[in-house]
């Protein structure tokens, strides 16, 4: 509440003499465009305040001294996009490197293929890559002497829109498919390979480029086991209200990702976590008992199928991993971290940002009365927190056209007042790294005479910085992707309800991004 009261004060104050020394509609402009700019300094401020001040909220779990019992069975399952024998090798050696780290009596591991679309159901090279992925898993089983790794492989099906043939809902059909294969049966599958354990109780999730770290899955596992953590549905709103259907751990990013290029190291900071991880504060989890979902973690198989079975229709959502978090409510767990790739190129960081706010734009049908279901409608069960998260994701992907516009205002129509509105529009880019800076300084008080010094502090700051300048560098460019992608998603849910599910994966994408300067002109002119 305190946020937004400053938030208008600040731009009614910023809009004052507009109204004086302009026609009224300057201000009314002025006031409206800064709302978001202003708010996003706001609450970077508040957030930052909070998690400083707050010490982190800590989830209990379960020592599990004992390992994994029959009745904790985990599956720890990759979906991905295999479009050759070497992303397939690469995947299964993945697995095996998770399973050294995590070795369980009752853990298993499967790689959950997806072929890339084809013009046939069965394309001419699909039997001979599942005759190959089928024959290194075999012999990882054999290398071991049970059954521990899975491979299966989903079917196509026909997509309507462009005749095609392709996997079902692509990530958010592939989980579905597998954990109905997992609880019942299902006929999504082309091959299954050896025979899936029965008595699954917890399923972990990564992505292609998510590493397992060493004891990361009893950690998970004992998380969800703890008497306080066990998922209640209400089946009347059809979501979790009590416990935890489903945990996030916090995301690092691995360290040879991040230095890739001075891009991958300037935009994700320094590559990595402390060895020893500990919690870390987050402001929805210690404020609020819930945090956000992002796509990779764990949760409970059979809250997962009676809640989102049929919560969602089809066609329709590109970044599903929002509302699973919400409708199976997700604990944040801070002390437990799993490694994630980045994008070493900066026009594949470009398109992932795009997807990621068209995904954001596709959920606007959640923050009504009624949501749609595969069904039909039903009252929108979304608490209003996770309806605010919804917002918030919207307000993010307008701040940088609406900062963008009124810096280009400032050197214009508001010339009078350009200091000022140059700094209400470039601000919500420096200031994460202005706050960094601070509070490293505070912190150097603080504790002065014990070796840290200003130097220290600027250079673990001056990386944050530099992203700012980038930033505002790209700013034109992110502005134009932005508003394409925002308009082009209102089009597609409101009128035309088509390749609602358009995507590239992360592997894909950077694979087709290119170096040079001729590349980025075309691309970015």
């Known amino acids: 509440g305190g946020t937004v009261v400053s938030t208008v004060v600040s731009a009614a104050l910023l809009s004052i003499p507009l109204f004086l020394m302009h026609p009224p509609v300057y201000g009314i402009i002025g006031f409206f465009i800064s709302l978001i700019p202003i708010y996003t300094v706001a609450v970077t401020i ?244 819930t945090g956000i979902f992002t796509g990779k973690g764990i949760f409970n198989l059979q809250a997962y199928m009676r809640v989102l079975k049929d919560a969602f229709p089809d066609n329709a959502i590109l970044s599903h991993d929002l509302l699973e978090g919400s409708y199976l409510r997700c604990a944040l767990l801070t002390d437990v971290v799993l490694m994630d790739g980045c994008p070493a190129r900066y026009i594949s960081w470009a398109e992932r940002q795009h997807r990621w706010t068209r995904g954001d734009w596709q959920l606007l049908p959640w923050l009504g009365r009624t949501v749609p279901t595969k069904g039909g409608r039903r009252k929108n069960p979304l608490p209003g927190l996770a309806k605010y998260q919804i917002i918030d994701n919207l307000r993010r992907s307008l701040s940088v056209p609406l900062s963008f516009i009124v810096i280009l205002l400032s050197q214009t129509a508001f010339f009078s007042w350009a200091f000022f509105w140059f700094i209400s529009g470039i601000l919500p880019l420096f200031i994460d790294a202005i706050l960094d800076f601070v509070t490293r300084t505070l912190t150097l008080i603080k504790n002065a005479g014990k070796g840290t010094t200003l130097k220290d502090i600027w250079f673990e700051t001056r990386t944050l910085f530099e992203l700012s300048f980038y930033r505002f560098a790209f700013l034109p460019y992110e502005t134009v992707r932005a508003l394409d992608a925002i308009f082009r998603t209102l089009w597609r849910v409101l009128v035309s309800h088509k390749h609602m599910l358009q995507w590239v994966t992360a592997a894909e994408g950077e694979k087709s991004a290119r170096d040079g300067i001729a590349y980025y002109w075309k691309r970015m002119a």
């Open 46 to 289: 508040n957030n930052r305040m909070m998690t400083f001040f707050q010490k982190p909220a800590f989830i209990p779990k379960l020592a599990l001294k004992q390992g994994l019992t029959e009745d904790m069975a985990t599956m720890v399952v990759i979906p991905a996009l295999v479009t050759s024998e070497e992303d397939g090798a690469e995947l299964v050696q993945k697995m095996e490197v998770y399973w050294a780290a995590n070795q369980q009596p009752n853990l298993y591991f499967t790689l959950l293929s997806d072929f890339r679309e084809d013009k046939n159901e069965i394309a001419a090279y699909d039997e001979e890559l599942i005759r190959k992925l089928d024959a290194m898993v075999s012999a990882l089983n054999a290398k071991y002497g049970r059954e521990i790794f899975f491979y299966v492989q989903r079917r196509r099906v026909r997509i309507a829109e462009n005749g095609r043939f392709g996997g079902w809902e692509r990530k958010r059909g592939a989980l579905l498919n597998f954990c109905a294969l997992l609880t019942e049966d299902s006929d999504a599958f082309m091959h299954v390979s050896g025979s899936l354990p029965k008595g699954i109780k917890y399923v972990i999730t990564l992505d292609a480029d998510t590493a397992l770290g060493r004891d990361a899955v009893v950690r998970m596992v004992g998380a969800m086991e703890h008497p306080l953590h066990r998922p209640s549905v209400d089946e009347q709103k059809g979501i979790v209200t009590q416990g935890y259907g489903i945990m996030q751990p916090r995301i690092g990013v691995d360290v040879v990702s991040a230095a890739k290029s001075r891009l991958s190291l300037v935009f994700t900071g320094k590559g990595g976590l402390d060895t020893y991880a500990s919690a870390a504060s987050d402001v929805y989890q210690d404020n609020f008992g």
